[in-house]
Nanobody, 129 residues
Framework: QVQLVESGGGLVQPGGSLRLSCAASGFTLDYYIIGWFRQAPGKEREGISCINNSGVTTYYPDSVKGRFTISRDNAMNTVYLQMNSLKPEDTGVYYC??????????????????????WGQGTQVTVSS
């Protein structure tokens, strides 16, 4: 059974840090571009970090650039999102998604979530004092 499972969410104060994990099972991530998406209350889901299958190329929108870092460990079949200097506007449900490299690009996945083949169930991140 193909699954992506996110973990690491929680409540953090403004300025704090969290590290999210996205673990895959039932398939190998070696051939997949991975993206992290965020959905704030009342807003559309948006791509916030994407990485190519080898981990060399990444994409970040301006809203998180310099604060978030996406990385992957293909041997562990896991992708990570390190989030620093968190702000209240970073609050939302965070999802990871996988898109096969034959049908997606790094920036393309982040800008068009319909490119994703698989989705996780999401993990809540709340930034509040």
């Amino acid at each position: 059974q193909v699954q992506l499972v996110e973990s690491g969410g929680g409540l953090v104060q403004p300025g704090g840090s969290l590290r999210l994990s996205c673990a895959a099972s039932g398939f190998t991530l070696d051939y997949y571009i991975i993206g992290w998406f965020r959905q704030a209350p009342g807003k559309e889901r948006e791509g916030i970090s994407c990485i190519n299958n080898s981990g060399v190329t990444t994409y970040y929108p301006d809203s998180v650039k310099g604060r978030f870092t996406i990385s992957r460990d293909n041997a562990m079949n896991t992708v990570y999102l390190q989030m620093n200097s968190l702000k209240p506007e970073d609050t939302g449900v965070y999802y990871c998604a996988a898109a096969h490299r034959s049908i997606a690009t790094v920036q393309g996945l982040c800008l068009n979530l319909r490119q994703a083949n698989y989705w996780g169930q999401g993990t809540q991140v709340t930034v509040s004092s």
